[in-house]
């Protein structure tokens, strides 16, 4: 009899260790590779124009595109004594609706079990709200419209 050999189960690419909860270093990607899909470059161009405006306003930008297991958070900032966690949501047209439209009710959930974990990852003692970002974009590419909804995301 031939004795089996164990092996470890294949991984599914990741290439790192599977953890139950969010790592408690806050951890940002070191470098930003280039997105190819035109969504996604929407979407980068979104965000970078809403860290842009944020920053304008005196705000401090803590952290981009925060990743924990859960998911993902595009802006973590700082307005004044308190931490704001802004998702940042784009369109091109109305036609599937507006940039607000699309942060439902399993979206907000999302939103507030990330940022809870955010918030316990870096050990935020103080107040924190949640942010909505909207921006309209036009066919050219320049954005047309960038709306801000404060606390758009109660507890």
């Not at 599914?12 to 139950?20: D, E, F, K, Q, S």
């Not at 470098?31 to 969504?39: A, C, E, I």
């Not at 909207?134 to 995301?153: I, L, M």
């Amino acid at each position: 009899a031939t004795a089996r050999r164990r092996t470890a189960p294949r991984s599914r690419g990741w290439g790192r260790r599977r953890t139950t909860a969010c790592r408690g270093a806050l951890w940002q990607r070191a470098t930003m590779t280039v997105p190819r899909d035109p969504r996604r470059t929407l979407g980068a161009a979104a965000e970078a124009l809403a860290a842009e405006r944020l920053t304008a306003q005196g705000w401090t930008i803590l952290a981009r595109n925060w990743r924990c297991r859960s998911g993902e958070l595009d802006l973590v900032a700082r307005d004044g004594a308190t931490l704001v966690v802004v998702e940042v949501r784009s369109r091109r047209s109305a036609r599937f609706g507006t940039p607000e439209e699309s942060v439902d009710g399993r979206k907000r959930a999302k939103l507030a079990q990330l940022a809870a974990a955010y918030v316990q990852a870096a050990g935020w003692t103080g107040a924190w709200r949640i942010d909505v970002v909207a921006v309209d974009v036009a066919p050219d590419g320049s954005p047309e419209r960038f709306a801000h909804y404060r606390n758009a995301v109660g507890p």
